[in-house]
C-alpha cells in the first residue's frame, strides 16, 4: 500500500511530487485481472499483492478492458463454458483476441484447459492459445486431490509445494512450448511466450514464486509493448 499523507499537510510543490510519486508507483505495478466465477480467485488476488501486483475482479465482460494481464484459475470447465453460452462466446473469443495481441495470461488447473489447443477425449471448448494437448481430471478422483514437491529450475533450487486437485495432465506440447516442470511423465508448468499454465494451485501455499515468476512477464511485456 502507498501510504502518502493527505494533500492538506503537503506544500504544493510536495503534493505535486507525490502525486507524481503515487502515479509512478500504480503505474509500477500492472493491473491483473482475475476471472472471479469461481475457485480460489481471492486467493489468487492476495498472492498477486504479496508479490506487488495490483489485481482486478474480472466477472463481466466490461471488466476485461481495463486489465494488463489476466489470470484464470482453477474451477470447473463446465462453469466457465456456461458464462461463455450466456454472452454468446465472447468470453472464449475475448481471451483468445487479448492472448493473441500478447497479453499476459496465466491459467492454473481449469484456466490450462481453457489455453489448450486440445483437450483429450472431449469436444469442450478451449481457446486453442497453446500448443498444448490436456486430459481432464486426469488422476481420477481416488486421487482428487495432493500436494508434491516439485523440481521447478526457473523458480530456483529449493522444490516447489505443488497442490493438485481434481486436476488435468499436460500430456502433450509444440516444440514452441517452454517446460517449466514435469510430474511423473507428463508436464505440470508451461510457459509459450506470453502465456503461463500450471496443473497445480499455486495460490493456496505460502510460496509466493509463481505469482512472482507471472509478475516478470507481465513486467516484460509491457515493456515490449511500450517499446513497440
Ligand atoms: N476438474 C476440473 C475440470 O476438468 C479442473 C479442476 C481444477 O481446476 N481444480 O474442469
Known sequence: ???IPPLS?????????????SNDALR???LIGVLALQGDFAEHEEALERVGGRAKQVRHLRDFDAIEALIIPGGETT????????HDGKVFSIIGELGRSGMA???TCMGSIILASHIQSSNQKCTGLMDITVRRNAYGPQRASFETALDIKELGEQPY??????????????SGVQ????????????????????????EITED?????????????????????
Open 28 to 30: 509500477q505495478a500492472p
Open 179 to 202: 517446460i517449466l516442470a514435469r510430474i511423473n511423465d507428463t508436464i505440470a508448468m508451461a510457459r509459450q511466450g506470453n502465456l503461463l499454465v500450471t496443473t497445480f494451485h499455486p
Open 79 to 86: 462453469t466457465i463454458n456456461k458464462f461463455d453460452q450466456a
Open 9 to 21: 499537510q503537503l506544500t504544493k510543490a510536495g503534493a505535486a511530487d507525490a502525486q507524481i510519486q
Open 161 to 174: 509445494p505443488a497442490i493438485f486437485i481434481r486436476a488435468p495432465q499436460i500430456v502433450d506440447a509444440g
Open 105 to 107: 495470461i496465466y491459467g
Open 1 to 3: 500500500m502507498l501510504s
Open 208 to 228: 509466493s514464486r509463481v505469482h512472482q515468476y507471472f509478475l516478470a512477464m507481465v513486467r516484460s511485456q509491457a515493456m515490449r509493448k511500450a517499446a513497440g
